[in-house]
């Protein structure tokens, strides 16, 4: 049989577009049947992002996985929002960031460290959009606050995503969907 | 020819080559941070309009423009509550809702023009002349070839949640959120990891991991229409810039 | 030539084995088909054949696959669907892009072949499978019939000559089978070595030069078409019937049940698809709803159920009239796709803890498994039972046997008729003519409206 050529096989990378795109149009589902931006929609719609984020990763399970993720979800973004400029580099080192941190607390095998990775990916990406959308667009300090505010309601429902989404992970492993 | 009816479509967009419409939609989904000014971005919107107009889709606009309006309507309401808690940072008169609602509405229309006129062939051949590497055309192109069959998919979870729970609402996540994120979230995820498995192989059966050797059949010339649609381009981004540096 | 030489092969993680010790020869010009319960590995030899077990799928194979002599486990899938061409049972899944242009030619141009020759051979492909003015719509706009040439078409543009077809026929109606057959025949007589695995026989009586039948991953039977003919062997390995009845069914006595007086519906501005249409099914009774591809089948479904609004026209239940939200809640719906309606954990709690049901459908071994881990067979009778348990006045299957052996075919048609005794309405949207002469009691042929 011939050597594998690639790091990343063609399955993987279905997987992460697919998956990329599969996030952006469900948590923006949720939102809209949760009524719109109202703080219980915003959590509903940070549990389903992040739980299908760990869902991911456990189906992937490769250095990288998260990073890429977060390259090809950046690029939707730009072309379907136009704010990707300014999401990107944040995006993009949270990522990096939080995958050493996974192969540092355990590896890829782990489902805690994956847990891990992607709680402090949920809060470095905010932190540093945040902090880069301060110095880059000079937003009325006001309207700052207000997005932190915001931000942090969200990242409750990151909490309960890491929780929904490892028990989803297992529970796909159980019925052989995910097969690694 | 051989008296074979391949074409890919009669309109001015389909007749645009992907590698302009490509340019067109980055170009402008950098330029677009810059741009706060209302007058500037009512000018890029309309624009769009014509842009994408031909594709005909005049009721998935409608409804997409609905939605997003929807959404930045509950935002700003959500703001004021909280303005209102805490007043202190009631800055009401700051809450922008034309300048978002206009960014995404534009960039939504240049995306929609690109993706419903290209296809995957085409945007294939396109990505691998820009040299990209494998990992992020692949993903990429994925994204392009996945939303429209998943749209079909998302119907039918619809459904089988209406037939299970009656219409999905902010009542039902409150009520019963297990039993909703499941009907959602179980099918959804099932059936994303099943067809990425079936898109997997059906382009490992096209040979894939050997595109860098690919060929466009149907080649792509530059015609007058992209000379024209870059420079109307150009003078529509002066245009913008001009207004914004005014209002500056 | 297809040669498979002492095949074995468990799955990752498994330690049974799917296949043991299986030889089998596909001669130039000949169609084998190879049949067997639903488990018995048969779709498992079509993945050994076609290279995606063991590049695609890992786990432990034995034994050689030689494609023209060629060990496929020796070249990349790519290069062996140059040699050989698989047809999946559900021919979206093997499209890649999302044009029928694009879907013939990508694959050559991937190989950077000469333009003027892709060119050439998709015009010289789309003439011969009679695809010529499809070539520029979106393959979602294809009926299944089409689907299935545009896939027979982009596989045979990469110039193979031998061939795998994965249960072609699931989808298809009596007439696009029918088709489909002509289209083997053609390429057999081209030289093609084609192997055909399917539940369905009778379609293949004229086409097969062998058959061989599996179970529990081992060839166990071996010969000529005619050896089908054994009620014994058939009832033995869970086979389908060899043939199909004829005669069709009428739908003739009416007393009580659901009405549908002068029915009109259409999507948005499109032609309608049903004008002052009335039709009623028997409670009692189980129905079949039949017609081509595209008439409305599937639409009527979903007004039954109320998730469509009909333009105008009644429903009435018992002689009741019926608003489309009671309609919702007295009716249930069996979607063909399993993977949009199983959701909970296990298989019991998808019943609501109904033993008993689980039992009559041969789930009660399975009780604390995951429904998505169930084969395909066990999660339609699944779905049915719970559609079921929610104790509907109607119930609707939308197309419940694509896919399914005799075994399989048999428990929902005993589990349909006892529940067609609780007085309920029972309807079935099919084109398994088997299905319809076995299990259903009468029959509605749907006609497109001119």
Redesign the interface.
């Known amino acids: 049989m011939k050597t594998k050529k690639f790091y990343w096989e063609t399955r993987e990378l279905v997987i992460i577009g697919s998956f990329a795109a599969l996030i952006k149009i469900i948590s923006f589902l949720v939102s809209i049947a949760g009524g719109g931006m109202n703080p219980l929609a915003l959590i509903a719609k940070n549990v389903v992002a992040t739980s299908l984020l760990i869902i991911l990763i456990s189906s992937v399970r490769k250095f990288g996985v998260l990073t890429l993720y977060v390259a090809i979800s950046g690029i939707i973004i730009m072309l379907t929002m136009g704010r990707g400029m300014m999401l990107l580099p944040g995006l993009l080192i949270a990522g990096i960031l939080c995958e050493l941190i996974i192969k540092f607390t355990g590896g890829y095998k782990s489902t805690r460290a994956i847990i891990m990775g992607v709680f402090f990916f949920d809060i470095l990406f905010r932190v540093i959009s945040l902090v880069l959308g301060f110095l880059f667009t000079r937003e009325n300090p006001q309207l700052m606050i207000m997005a932190v505010v915001v931000v942090s309601i969200g990242y409750v429902g990151c909490l309960i995503g890491l929780g929904v989404g490892s028990a989803f992970a297992k529970e796909l492993k159980h019925a052989g969907i995910i097969k690694v | 020819m051989t008296g074979m009816q391949f074409h890919a479509g009669d309109n001015y967009l389909s007749k645009l080559n992907t590698l302009t419409k490509l340019t067109i939609t980055l170009f402008f989904s950098v330029l677009i941070v810059f741009v706060k000014n209302e007058t500037a971005l009512f000018i890029l919107f309309g624009a769009s309009v014509f842009y994408v107009a031909p594709l005909k889709r005049w009721k998935a606009m409608v409804i997409g423009y609905g939605i997003i309006l929807f959404m930045y309507l509950s935002s700003i309401l959500f703001s004021a509550l909280l303005g209102l808690i805490a007043d202190r940072f009631g800055a009401k008169e700051n809450f922008q809702m034309l300048v978002p609602f206009l960014r995404v509405s534009f960039m939504i229309n240049l995306s929609l023009a690109l993706t419903l006129s290209s296809g995957v062939r085409r945007l294939t051949n396109v990505l691998k002349t820009l040299k990209l590497p494998r990992f992020i055309f692949l993903p990429t192109i994925v994204v392009f070839r996945f939303v429209p069959s998943f749209m079909n998919d998302i119907k039918q979870i619809h459904q089988n949640i209406k037939l299970r729970m009656g219409n999905p609402n902010l009542g039902m996540m409150i009520t019963r959120p297990r039993l909703f994120i499941r009907l959602m979230i179980v099918p959804a995820v099932v059936r994303a990891l099943r067809s990425a498995e079936e898109l997997s192989v059906a382009a490992e059966l096209k040979g894939i991991d050997g595109v860098d050797n690919m060929i466009n059949s149907t080649p792509e010339l530059w015609s007058w229409r992209d000379t024209v649609a870059f420079s109307l381009s150009l003078v529509l981004a002066a245009t913008v810039l001009y207004f914004s540096m005014e209002a500056v | 030539m297809i040669d498979l030489k002492n095949i074995s092969y468990a799955y ?1 993680f498994q330690n049974e084995k799917a296949l043991n010790d299986v030889s089998l020869q596909v001669h130039k010009g000949e169609v084998v088909l190879l049949t067997g319960e639903s488990g018995c590995g048969k779709s498992t030899i079509a993945k050994v054949t ?1 290279g ?1 077990i ?3 799928f890992k786990g432990d194979l034995q034994g050689k696959a030689l494609i023209n002599q060629i060990n496929s ?7 062996i ?1 140059q040699s050989l061409g ?1 047809l999946f049972q559900d021919p ?8 029928v ?2 879907e013939l ?9 000469d ?1 003027k020759l ?3 051979k ?3 492909l ?2 011969l499978f009679e695809i ?2 499809v ?2 719509s979106s393959i ?1 706009e294809l009926s299944e019939g089409e689907k299935q040439k545009v896939a027979l078409a982009s596989i045979i543009v990469l110039e193979p000559n031998c061939l795998v077809l994965d249960e072609p026929t699931a989808n298809l109606s009596p007439e696009a089978t029918e088709n489909l057959g002509k289209e083997i025949l053609r390429l057999k007589k081209d030289g093609f070595s084609i192997l055909i695995v399917d539940h369905r026989l009778y379609w293949l009586s004229e086409i097969a030069d062998r058959v061989l039948v599996m179970k529990n991953g081992e060839v166990v039977m071996e010969g000529a078409f005619s050896i089908l003919e054994s009620r014994n062997l058939r009832t033995k390995y869970g086979l389908r019937e060899y043939c199909v009845p004829s005669h069709h069914k009428s739908n003739a006595t009416f007393s009580s049940g659901l009405e549908v007086r002068n029915l009109s519906f259409g999507y ?1 501005k499109k032609p309608r698809i049903f004008t002052n249409y009335s039709v009623s099914m028997q409670a009692g009774k189980v129905t079949a709803i039949r017609g081509a591809n595209g008439v409305g089948k599937t639409t009527f479904s ?1 007004l039954l ?1 109320g ?1 469509l609004k009909a333009n105008t026209g009644v429903f009435l239940l018992d002689r009741q009239e019926l608003s489309p939200n009671m309609l ?1 809640s007295k009716t ?2 069996v ?1 063909q ?1 399993m ?7 296990t298989v019991i709690e998808e019943v609501e803890g109904n033993m008993e049901l689980l039992k009559r459908l041969r789930l009660n071994n399975f009780s604390q498994r ?4 169930l084969s395909g067979g066990q999660k339609q009778r699944l779905a049915i039972a719970s559609a079921i348990c929610r104790n509907p006045e109607v119930i609707i299957l939308d197309e419940p046997t694509s896919g399914l052996d005799g075994e399989n075919m048999r428990i929902i048609g005993d589990l349909l008729r006892v529940e067609a005794e609780k007085n309920k309405v029972i309807i079935v949207i099919t084109h398994d003519l088997e299905f319809i002469d076995k299990c259903c009691d009468e029959q509605i042929l749907m006609k497109a409206e001119k």
């Open positions: 990752p076609n995606l063991p590049h695609y486990s020796d070249v990349e899938i790519g290069e669907s698989t979206e899944q093997q499209f890649f892009c999302n044009d242009y694009s030619a990508f694959a050559d141009e991937v190989r950077g072949v333009p892709i060119y050439e998709v015009a010289r789309s003439k010529e003015n070539l520029d979602y948005g979903r159920t998730l919702l249930s719906l979607l796709n993977d949009h309606q199983l959701y909970s954990r995951h429904p998505q881990s």
